[in-house]
């Protein structure tokens, strides 16, 4: 029974009997981990070595180990990708994800459509369309046999794709409510459309060579979800264990996540501390941390995978960087204590943990709220009036997030290029090939030379003796080798159409962004695409610390200081980025099942056109009906909140109003724009000492990494962090160290089943008990020890603690 697998063709039956027939010495060498391999007769246990017999402790020390060795590389490229069937499910999913993540956008409990959520909804679709529908005659078309990997695969991307809320959308919710400006409904659909793609546009040039093709680069947040599709579609007598596990993990996973989320709410954080000294505010800032701004969370142990997972999964974050986490968040909690009990930028006059502006003259008891909109005059910065209000201040905490990121981003990108710079080379391409290409032209004007479209049909994949380069050779690569790549003018048509879709609706949508500011803004993208991509390409960690910096850089160079024309600004020059990181992770995970790059690219901008229509539409809908409520800071509407669209329009203020009258040289934060710089040469002691004495392990210290952590925990739920840890040490420390076997069949597959069943939980759990499926389906359970928060509306912590944030 031969197999393709990583290796090779591999006959089990002739490996199996071969490993029965040499046992006694095979018992020597492989150990005991490896008994199982030839003692069973399950095919499955053999396959376990996939082609090298041995695994021992140090089998998956690399990134490109975990690609070669965990994820199959097997393909069959006579599979259908487009049939009706996964364009339909696809299309479907995408309609349902765009307009339920809008709706969640305005609910007051934020809920993510994940991409393993939508997987596993459209493998059940797939499968109940192969089983009922006929396949003779013409329903041949529509019924063309099993269901695929990659027509899940491809409806999966297509459906992820449009399950966002795109940061257009709240750009234009704001501009309604606080601005007055009413677009219509083509400048809004064509906005959200080109700020999107414009994203796509920049992993075409030049960003594939560096964060798509490398073996290092190989997307650990996407393990999971490509692990279960193997496994849901690979040969199921081989993968039934695999199944089983993921099948009993995902059904106690989502009937368990109900006792935390609302019979229990204990579980989210159980704090000995708070238990121990319930009236202590010091204990509570410190072990507190069940409730949003609660408290930074030491020691506490959280039983609820929707926040220890909140972010990403403990079971696939490299150790390298949980160790590097595990530095910062120590050090979050010296320099937060340090600075608030210091009293540094006056931080014991507001609460502890906040996001929002305060006035000066605030105190512990009478915390006042800064009010932004009464320093403006048609939405301009009036001198006079802010005279009046004075410069609000922030938390000491909050501004030691704020340096802590700009930290990490200047950090990034010296490590990036120290450390990575065989990655990134590629990416830099392009400079050489123009400086050969305006030599060729000084020397030779021919009309040859000007024939550039000729080099566009090279495989990009390949160096230019046509041979794959080392830092790309990966089983994966060489079975993708035979599909054809995306064509460099295609990305480039993205870029110009989006670009002039863009300029238009920015004067028609009256964004006070000058044409240079929009150049400006797509021109920073590409950088931070780079540097920022290979934190997330290699570690899973990044991306949101660049908001902040595109923020503040665009609140220094606007000629007049305009929150509107900030966010525009930030949409372009932040979303962009993002558009880029999820292109990059869906060409990775269609490189992982063997999707063709033409028809993961397709997936893509389908699902983004899909998402564009049924996000702007849901986003004018919810503000016409319920344009009040969204503008009330008090508003208690269990089915809508307004909380997020006013965030980001207070983040709109101040940094696009208030960032010289805060941040500049002798004002009271200058400390957070000069970080930035600061963080540049953070690597360099590191790097000089990893030259000096190459084994002490000082490349294993990741400052961009270590020192955004420092300022991790300014928001939110902060009990699961202890937990967190322990899940990520056992399972990429223990397991993958000591156990490889086991790690390699059923870590990732675990991880995908827990997330997945926690998040289906979570999204039944919203509609039928917590509101979101209209009036009257909210349901507390009954106000007990357990639950305090409960219907009751006091300020009480689930875990016991001191309620510290009285305003």
Avoid at 350 to 361: I, K, V
Avoid at 508 to 523: C, E, R, T, V
Wanted: aromatic residues 14%.
């Amino acid at each position: 029974m031969p197999i393709q697998g990583a290796s090779g063709v591999i006959d089990y039956e002739a490996e199996l009997k071969s490993l029965k027939s040499n046992n006694t010495n095979k018992e020597k060498s492989l150990g005991k981990e490896s008994e199982i391999a030839y003692k069973s007769d399950d095919l499955q246990e053999v396959d376990i070595q996939f082609g090298e017999l041995v695994l021992d402790k140090n089998e998956f020390k690399t990134n490109r180990d975990i690609v070669d060795k965990i994820v199959d590389s097997s393909d069959d490229p006579t599979m259908q990708v487009w049939t009706v069937r996964s364009v339909v499910i696809g299309g479907g999913l995408a309609i349902f994800g765009g307009v339920l993540q809008c709706m969640f956008y305005f609910k007051p409990q934020t809920i993510l459509v994940s991409g393993v959520f939508l997987m596993l909804i459209a493998h059940v679709l797939g499968e109940l369309w192969y089983k009922f529908i006929p396949s003779k005659g013409w329903l041949r078309y529509i019924n063309p046999g099993p269901w695929n990997k990659k027509e899940l695969t491809f409806a999966t991307i297509m459906a992820g794709s449009a399950s966002s809320c795109a940061l257009a959308i709240e750009v234009l919710a704001v501009q309604k409510l606080w601005y007055n400006s009413s677009i219509n409904a083509g400048v809004g659909i064509f906005i959200t459309f080109s700020s999107q793609l414009i994203g796509y546009s920049l992993v075409g040039l030049g960003l594939k060579k560096a964060l798509l093709y490398p073996s290092e680069m190989f997307y650990p947040n996407s393990i999971p979800l490509v692990t279960t599709i193997h496994t849901l579609h690979n040969n199921k007598e081989k993968t039934k264990k695999q199944l089983k596990v993921f099948y009993w993990c995902f059904l106690a996973m989502f009937l368990y996540e109900i006792i935390p989320e609302w019979i229990f709410p204990w579980l989210i954080g159980v704090s000995i501390p708070c238990l121990a000294a319930p009236k202590s505010s010091v204990v509570s800032r410190i072990f507190g941390g069940t409730n949003g701004n609660e408290g930074l969370g030491l020691l506490s142990f959280c039983f609820d995978w929707n926040y220890i997972a909140s972010t990403a999964s403990p079971l696939t974050i490299p150790l390298t960087a949980t160790v590097n986490n595990l530095i910062g968040y120590f050090l979050c909690i010296i320099v937060f204590c340090g600075v608030y009990y210091g009293n540094v930028w006056k931080s014991k006059n507001f609460p502890f943990l906040s996001q929002s502006l305060y006035y000066e003259d605030s105190e512990p008891g009478n915390y006042l709220v800064y009010n932004q909109t009464a320093i403006l005059t048609n939405n301009i910065l009036d001198k006079e009036k802010l005279a009046q209000e004075g410069v609000p201040y922030m938390t000491g905490t909050y501004v030691v997030y704020l340096i802590a990121t700009n930290l990490s981003v200047g950090a990034t990108i010296t490590h990036m290029l120290l450390f990575n710079r065989t990655e990134l080379a590629p990416a830099f391409y392009w400079v050489t090939s123009l400086k050969n290409y305006l030599r060729n032209i000084k020397s030779v004007f021919t009309l040859e030379t000007l024939k550039f479209w000729k080099n566009m049909d090279k495989d990009p994949r390949l160096n230019s003796d046509g041979v794959l380069p080392d830092v790309y050779n990966d089983a994966h690569m060489r079975a993708m080798l035979r599909y054809k790549e995306v064509p460099a003018w295609w990305y480039g048509v993205t870029f110009v159409l989006s670009f002039m879709v863009a300029l238009v609706c920015l004067y028609k949508s009256d964004s006070g962004l000058p044409w240079y500011m929009l150049i400006f803004a797509m021109a920073l993208s590409y950088p931070l695409t780079l540097f920022l991509g290979g934190l997330v390409a290699i570690f899973g960690f990044g991306g949101t610390q660049m908001q902040t910096v595109v923020q503040m850089i665009g609140g220094f160079s606007m000629p007049k200081p305009s929150p509107l024309a900030n966010m525009y600004f930030t949409l372009f020059g932040y979303n962009s980025v993002g558009q880029a990181f999820a292109l990059l992770n869906d060409l990775k995970l269609g490189y992982y099942v063997k999707l063709p790059p033409r028809d993961t690219f397709a997936a893509q901008m389908i699902g983004t056109v899909i998402g564009a229509i049924f996000n702007y539409i849901m986003m004018n809908s919810i503000v016409d009906s319920q344009f009040d409520l969204l503008k009330d800071i008090e508003a208690t509407s269990v089915i809508w909140s307004g909380q997020n669209v006013q965030q980001y329009n207070t983040q709109g203020i101040a940094w696009g109003v208030l960032a010289k009258e805060m941040f500049t040289i002798g004002k009271t934060y200058y400390m957070v724009p000069l970080s930035l710089v600061i963080g540049l040469g953070l690597p360099l002691p590191f790097y000089f000492a990893h030259r000096l004495r190459p084994t002490w392990g000082f490349d294993n210290i990741k400052t961009p990494v270590l020192v955004w952590y420092i300022g991790w925990l300014c928001v939110g739920v902060n009990s699961s962090i202890t937990t967190f840890f322990i899940a990520a040490f056992v399972s990429q420390f223990y397991l993958r160290k000591y156990k490889p076997l086991y790690f390699k069949k059923y870590n990732y597959i675990v991880a995908a089943a827990l997330i997945g069943g926690c998040q289906v939980a979570i999204f039944i759990l919203s509609f039928t008990i917590f509101g979101a499926g209209g009036p009257n389906t909210t349901h507390n359970f009954p106000r007990w020890w357990g639950n305090l928060n409960g219907a009751t509306g006091k300020n009480e912590n689930f875990d016991h603690c001191l309620f510290t944030n009285n305003g």
